[in-house]
């Protein structure tokens, strides 16, 4: 086995628009900023170890259009191995972004080249889930594709950590095989929405009976709290001016697995995360927000 993280995910190319506010049905208005910044939550999460300065694979799919040229781009400047990512035919990945001045956003995402990650493309790279350490996942592409990848982990023994981001449920027998699932509380109601559980507690009781061996609950500027069979324990924000939140959950998912892979403990690797994540506020945009290993250490002095 060798210490890499493998991230099998999505990329998207951000188009993000400021504007004073919303425009109604039918209303064309003026904004006042456009940036195209590279996202997708495989790819932030990936560029996010890889800036840390971790051993990462990406394995995704992305257009042969402009988009896609940067989007590849991005990973390899931040040092992330993008020989498996697939040239498919038609749009990369798209998400249409729009942040209003009092801070709220709305958000649109073609999935475009995402949806071309099937499970006979996972199949290919077995032996990649194989021989890496950890398998960090997202819900942006096929459910059958995570859930393949998930199973293909399991039986090889690598760690799996999944970010249930964008939330759908899960099918059951998937939980069992999940070492750490790093849900919002957003996403926590909406993977057991089947099940009649209404209390935060019988909610991440639900999941480790299903076989959750760890949940991580992140809860923006209030922290994350890491729970196992008889455990609790929460670990607070660290206080930052925020700029915009985009990819907080994202640098947080990619730092927590770097921590693991440097071989930190949990509790450091959480409170590593914390930091990055922190840091990941205080920028606009996705990728455009991680910071580097540098910035990190300056800032936890
Ligand atoms: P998501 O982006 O998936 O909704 P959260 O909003 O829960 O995720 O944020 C993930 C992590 O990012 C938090 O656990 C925390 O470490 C960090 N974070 C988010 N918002 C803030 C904030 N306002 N101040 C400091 N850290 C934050």
Do not use: W
């Amino acid at each position: 086995m060798s210490n890499d993280i493998l991230v099998i995910g999505s990329m998207n190319m951000d188009l993000v628009v400021q504007t004073p506010r919303a425009p109604k049905k039918g209303e064309t208005i003026m904004g006042n900023k456009f940036s195209q910044i590279p996202g997708g939550k495989g790819a932030n999460q990936a560029l996010a170890a890889g800036k840390l300065g971790g051993e990462v694979n990406f394995i995704g799919c992305c257009g042969q259009d402009a988009f896609g040229d940067e989007l590849l781009e991005s990973l390899k400047t931040g040092g992330v191995n993008i020989d498996d990512v697939l040239r498919v035919e038609g749009s990369s990945g798209v998400a249409n972004i729009t942040i209003e001045d009092d801070g709220d956003n709305r958000i649109i995402v073609v999935a475009g080249a995402n949806s071309k990650v099937t499970p006979e493309v996972i199949e290919s790279f077995k032996a990649k889930i194989k021989a890496a350490k950890i398998l960090l996942l997202q819900l942006e592409i096929p459910l059958e594709s995570v859930s393949k990848a998930i199973e293909f982990a399991n039986k090889y023994d690598t760690t799996v950590i999944l970010d249930p981001a964008p939330a759908v449920k899960l099918p059951e027998e998937l939980y069992s095989m999940i070492d750490y699932l790093l849900p919002n509380e957003g996403e926590l109601d909406l993977l057991l929405e089947d099940y009649e559980v209404n209390t935060l507690q019988k909610k991440i009781e639900l999941l480790l009976d299903l076989g959750v061996k760890r949940i991580l609950l992140t809860q923006g500027g209030d922290g994350v709290t890491l729970y196992s069979k008889g455990k609790e324990e929460s670990y607070a924000a660290l206080k930052v001016e925020v700029v915009d939140t985009t990819a907080a959950g994202d640098s947080f998912a990619g730092a927590f697995a770097y921590g693991l892979q440097r071989g930190f403990d949990e509790a450091e690797a959480i409170r590593y995360a914390n930091s990055v994540a922190a840091l990941a506020v205080t920028k606009l945009g996705a990728q455009s927000s991680l910071p580097t290993k540098e910035e990190v250490d300056k800032f936890q002095k």
